[in-house]
């Protein structure tokens, strides 16, 4: 690997040891075999690079995601799909030193991390550009920007949501089987009755 590589795969390292906040350049390099001058020739800085080498991180969790392939398995934007592949990310989540730790520390010391939060933020389209084609199936590539705003956006929100319930309290947060159960009350609650009357005239049925 040349100097590119190694910063990335140090500064993974570091993370997963230290955090972003803890993380020094002096520490890059000194995981990475390199030099101070290759932070900034690379990646521009070590705040920069410290961003790359997270988003490395939760791309190297895809496999996880889908459960090496049985998530295709399920139809894609059923209910059976979605639990699937909610029940194999939150498995990440329950795992010891979950990299999804990371997040958190970036919401929590957000000022102290100008530029990495700018870098992640800038990432969130194309993090949910990932999630949609996993639960709704079709191909990365075909997903418009306009889907990845808001289908995709959807996804990236539930997802930091669970990422802060299973950080700050894991025995309350959501398994898989509850959020999908939340989430057939919220399609059957906007389903309106096959004879055409909304659920709100439903309730009413018989009052006086």
């Known amino acids: 690997m040349g100097h590119r590589e ?36 690379h990646y521009g800085s070590k705040d920069a690079l410290l961003a790359q080498a997270y988003v490395s991180l939760v791309e190297g969790m895809g496999d996880a995601f889908d459960g090496d392939g049985t998530v295709d398995a399920a139809a894609p ?21 979950s990299v999804w730790r990371l997040s958190m520390e970036v919401l929590a010391f957000g000022d102290r991390l100008p530029e990495v939060r700018a870098h992640l933020a800038a990432a969130q389209r194309e993090a949910g550009r990932g999630l949609v084609p996993l639960l709704m199936g079709g191909r990365e590539e075909d997903v418009s920007d306009g889907t990845a705003d808001t289908l995709g956006a959807f996804y990236v929100t539930l997802m930091t949501g669970l990422i802060a319930q299973w950080t700050f309290d894991p025995a309350s947060a959501p398994d898989a089987e509850r959020l999908t159960a939340g989430l057939r009350q919220v399609v059957e609650a906007a389903t309106p009755p096959a004879d055409g009357a909304s659920a709100a005239d439903a309730s009413t049925d018989g009052a006086p």
């Open 77 to 97: 934007g059923s209910l059976e799909r979605f639990e699937r592949v909610w029940a194999n990310i939150i498995a990440t989540m329950k795992e010891p030193g």
């Open 6 to 41: 190694d910063l990335l795969e140090g500064a993974k390292r570091c993370l997963l040891a230290k955090g972003f906040v803890r993380t020094t350049a002096r520490d890059i390099v000194k995981e990475s075999g390199t030099n101070l001058a290759s932070i900034g020739y």
